[in-house]
Structure formats: structure tokens, C-alpha cells
């Protein structure tokens, strides 16, 4: 089973960019698509982006055209470049395997996630 470790949080201004970072362990990286999510205060875990294994991208409607999802199956990598940052991106943010009939449900155990503030 692949297990996810997220990371490249932290505090930025707004306007700011971020990179973050998924990385796996596990043989079924290449073959899996990867998605990103992020949870506000008191609020449940909602859909960011998401990558299929050949690299087919999905984004939110709230983060069109200011963030980028990519992947380096080599690395076992999945990034989430985010620009233009607002103080509503503030959030933690998790990487998981979507379900493919409800890419809001992850397929493994969800990590510690990474925490980004956006500063205003």
C-alpha cells in the first residue's frame, strides 16, 4: 500500500507562491493517481487537485489558474505548486489516492498534512 507523507508548508504573504510536496514509499506510486486536499478550521476535508498516473490534471474551481499540480514518478513525487496565494488558501493541506467514482474520498491512511498561512 503506498503510504503519503506531505510537506513544503509554512506562512507566506498574500500574492505569495508556495511548492508542496507529496511523497510516497511504495510500488504502486506510478500506477495511482494522486490528489491534493485541504481542510479549513472546523470545516471538512475538501478536494484541491488531483493528477492521474499519466499526468491528466484536475483542479477545484476555487484554484484554477493559481495552483498547479505535477508529478516525478522517478522521485515518487507530487507537487502542488500554489500562486497568487489568498488568505482563504490558508489551510492544512494532504495528499491521498482518490477514490475514482468520489475523488473527495482518499483510498489511505490520511497523513499529518502541512500547514499553510496566508498572511494578508
Known amino acids: 500500500q503506498i503510504q503519503l507523507v506531505e510537506s513544503g508548508g509554512g506562512l507566506v504573504k498574500a500574492g505569495g507562491s508556495l511548492r508542496l510536496s507529496c511523497t510516497a514509499s511504495g510500488s504502486a506510486f506510478s500506477g495511482s493517481a494522486i490528489a491534493w486536499y485541504r481542510q479549513f478550521p472546523g470545516k471538512q476535508r475538501e478536494f484541491v487537485a488531483r493528477i492521474s498516473s499519466d499526468g491528466s490534471a484536475n483542479y477545484a474551481d476555487s484554484v484554477i489558474d493559481r495552483f498547479t499540480i505535477s508529478r516525478d514518478n522517478a522521485k515518487k513525487v507530487v507537487f502542488l505548486q500554489m500562486s497568487t496565494l489568498k488568505p482563504e488558501d490558508t489551510a492544512v493541506y494532504y495528499c491521498?489516492?482518490?477514490?475514482?467514482?468520489?475523488?473527495?474520498?482518499?483510498?489511505?491512511?490520511w497523513g499529518q498534512g502541512t500547514q499553510v498561512i496566508v498572511s494578508s
Open positions: 491521498n489516492v482518490p477514490w475514482s467514482r468520489n475523488w473527495n474520498q482518499g483510498l489511505v491512511s
